[in-house]
């Protein structure tokens, strides 16, 4: 970015001005630096606000082809690096007209006409949104694919499943995955949904009160991508609820991948050993050799903290202002833009972990059947054999745990005489049901771990997915 020292008084509203801003002045009004990020949207929105000028006749049809002459080479010379973005021309919308009439004289200067910056940016903003949904979206639907294929590899192996971090009941390690499937494709929906309604234009909506110039409102919305134009041209200037939705969903995604990325770390540690991830997404200690670290897991379960932050961020910028645009609105964009780069390298990086980690298969398996895990099934085969009532089962079943637990032993490895002791109806049938195969294999409702349901499950998602 260059310094050029700002001029005597600014050259956008300098006929009212006799001096130009102090520098502090200047850097807290400054939004380029992080607003450059908008230039493909702004030259999007000013090459369609153009052409409408110009079929409606409101600017001549050369004047349109200098400036849509201009901003290509302008646009060339933003994707080289070399466009000299200033500090002193405030945002990203001024430094692209300022060059333009550098470039393009008179015909530049009537660009502004029927638009302000308030529509204008309003306009760009959606558009990058829609933009990263559309990035995001594909992300999601990428992370979805990985862990269902794992899911289809895995429809068989069972792990622990737990409620409260104890051992509660078998699950497969593919049906464990699918959970976050579900939990991914939520968040498609969210996106989608937010598209939906985010999907308005507000240009030609001016500064705030809309334009006494005829222009053509249905044009730029559908040359834009826009489904109609927004209606009330107070709300289509100071409305962020696109990126206040955006952001929500993305909170919420940055918690699903939390969850999981949370799940990646203890499995990952030397007590559970379930995964292990290669040397590509580890890292090691500078002091302890033997240390193979989940950085990667740590840093998107951490990413959250700043993606809440910007929807808390924003929520408190918007709230209690009055309609309709205030220059506070100009803190909407940073919190969007860094959260939207914290989702994408969140999702990247998790995508990689689960097409990289190695699951220990044989450990799981032993994990999930430690802690009296299959006490339920017991519990179900003394309701369904020997037709007790179910919390009567429970009962015996707890007193078997009891006496297990004290010859410090599992469930199967009690004698028939020792059930006999608690429960004398019961028979040799019931170990067929205390292993962790058998116990995955009965959960065949709908929604449950059973291997085959499992299977099923990944298939679905992969077909859906292709
Ligand atoms: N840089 C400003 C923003 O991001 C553009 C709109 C400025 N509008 C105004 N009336 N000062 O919000």
């Given at each position: ?5 700002p001029p005597?008084?600014?050259a956008?509203?300098?006929g009212?001005?006799a ?6 002045m200047?850097?807290i ?16 929105g000013s090459l369609a ?16 082809q ?12 933003i ?10 021309l405030?945002?990203?919308?001024f ?15 009537r ?5 302000s ?8 903003f ?7 949904i ?5 992300q ?20 622990p499943?737990m409620?409260?971090?104890q ?26 949904d937010?598209?939906k ?8 909506a001016a500064?705030?009160?809309?334009t ?12 834009l ?5 927004a ?7 100071s ?12 909170a919420?995604?940055a ?14 540690s030397?007590?559970f ?8 997404f ?12 989940p950085?990667?897991a ?8 700043r ?11 918007m ?48 994990a ?6 299959t ?15 179910f919390?009567?089962a ?11 637990e ?9 004698s028939?005489a020792?059930?006999?002791?608690e ?26 771990t059973?291997p085959a349901?499992?299977?099923a499950?990944a ?8």
């Open positions: 970015m260059t310094d050029t020292p005597p008084a600014n956008y509203w300098g009212r001005f001096a130009g801003p102090a520098a502090v200047e850097e009004n400054a939004s380029i630096g992080f607003d450059q990020r908008l230039w493909r949207q702004d030259i999007r606000h153009a052409a409408m000028l110009a079929k409606c006749g409101i600017i001549a049809p050369a004047d349109e200098d400036i849509a002459r201009g901003l290509a080479a302008i646009a060339a010379q994707e080289s690096g070399d466009f000299p973005f200033a500090r002193a405030e945002d990203i919308h430094n692209i007209e300022a060059r333009l009439t550098e470039r393009v004289g008179e015909a530049g200067k660009l502004h006409t029927a638009r910056r308030n529509d204008q940016v309003a306009t760009d959606r558009l990058w949104v829609r933009d990263a559309d990035g995001l979206d594909a999601l639907a990428d992370l979805m694919r990985a862990l269902a294929t794992r899911a289809a590899e895995h429809a068989a192996d069972p792990m499943g409620t409260h971090l051992s509660a009941q078998p699950v497969t390690f593919g049906h464990h995955l699918l959970a976050y499937v579900e939990m991914f494709a939520r968040d498609r929906g969210r996106l989608a937010c598209r309604r985010l999907n308005e234009c507000p240009l030609g500064a705030l009160a809309g006494s110039f005829p222009i053509d409102r249905e044009m730029t919305a559908t040359a991508g826009f489904d109609r134009p209606a009330n041209s107070l709300d289509a200037v409305d962020r609820d696109f990126a206040l939705e955006f952001l929500a969903a993305a919420i995604s918690m699903h991948l939390s969850r999981f990325a949370e799940e990646i770390v203890i499995w990952c030397a007590p050993r379930f995964v292990r991830l290669s040397d590509a580890t890292t090691g200690s500078s002091i302890m050799p033997q240390k193979r670290n950085d990667a740590e840093l998107v379960r951490a990413k959250t903290g993606v809440t932050g910007a929807l808390v961020g924003l929520l408190t910028v709230k209690g202002l009055p309609l309709a645009y205030a220059k506070d609105m100009q803190e909407d964009k940073e919190g969007v833009f860094d959260a939207a780069d914290a989702w994408a390298l969140s999702l990247a990086a998790t995508a990689g972990m689960v097409r990289d980690l190695v699951p220990d298969t044989a450990r799981m398996r032993a999930a059947g430690a802690g009296f895990a006490a339920t099934d017991l519990a179900d085969w003394l309701v369904r054999v020997l037709h007790l009532p919390r009567t429970h009962h015996v079943t707890g007193r078997l745990v009891a006496r297990a004290a010859k410090g032993v599992d469930l199967a490895a009690l028939l020792e059930m006999q002791a429960e004398p109806g019961i028979t040799q049938a019931v170990y067929s049901v205390l292993t962790v195969d058998a116990s995955v294999a009965s959960r065949t409702s709908y929604g449950g059973a349901h499992v299977a499950q298939a679905r998602w992969l077909e859906r997915l292709a």
